[in-house]
């Protein structure tokens, strides 16, 4: 059985993911594709308040989990739209330890500062500067297949322009060159 395809968007909270994947799965007509946000998969954790050291290990075993979950659906052949926040290097090492490298077509969502802010206002879900502190940390490791800014563009022409980018990924793709540079953060965490 062949591997599902993995679309990684990666970006700031209030960036625009979620919405790209939602354009996605209504223009992308070679497979099924399914969207594993890891905003689903925090919504499911409960809701209870917790110390802020058990809050960091349940966070970390929650996105552990996340990360397994989208290396298992593409394992028995599910392509999927993943919609993440890179915001901490253990994440994509994480990834990058669990994920088939040559499954994943890693997609850099940008959104200008300004922008954020204003999404983050109009939202009143997120904690007011979120997106500006995790600005600069999700794209640290400079390295995608594609990439797209959803101040300039539609989440739709967004989505079209991956769409178009899938059939001509390149190889080696982004997860194999990050891989290949940080072999030793690419190991099961803790």
Request: proline share 7%.
């Amino acid at each position: 059985m062949a591997t599902g395809r993995i679309i990684f968007l990666n970006g700031t909270s209030s960036s625009g993911k979620s919405s790209i994947a939602r354009e996605l799965l209504g223009i992308l007509d070679d497979g099924v594709f399914s969207h594993l946000a890891v905003d689903g998969f925090n919504a499911m954790r409960t809701n209870r308040p917790l110390a802020p050291e058990d809050l960091d290990t349940a966070l970390r075993r929650t996105r552990r989990g996340f990360h397994r979950s989208i290396a298992a659906m593409a394992e028995v052949g599910n392509d999927v739209v993943v919609d993440h926040v890179l915001s901490e290097p253990w994440r994509l090492a994480d990834c990058l330890a669990v994920l088939r490298p040559e499954d994943v077509l890693f997609v850099g969502v940008h959104c200008s500062p300004d922008e954020l802010v204003r999404r983050e206002k109009a939202r009143g879900d997120r904690p007011p500067g979120l997106a500006a502190l995790q600005y600069e940390l999700v794209h640290q490791h400079g390295d995608y297949d594609i990439e797209c800014d959803t101040s300039t563009a539609s989440p739709r022409e967004c989505a079209e322009l991956i769409k178009d980018f899938l059939p001509v990924r390149p190889t080696p793709t982004a997860f194999t060159r990050l891989r290949a540079r940080c072999p030793e953060d690419s190991g099961p965490t803790s």
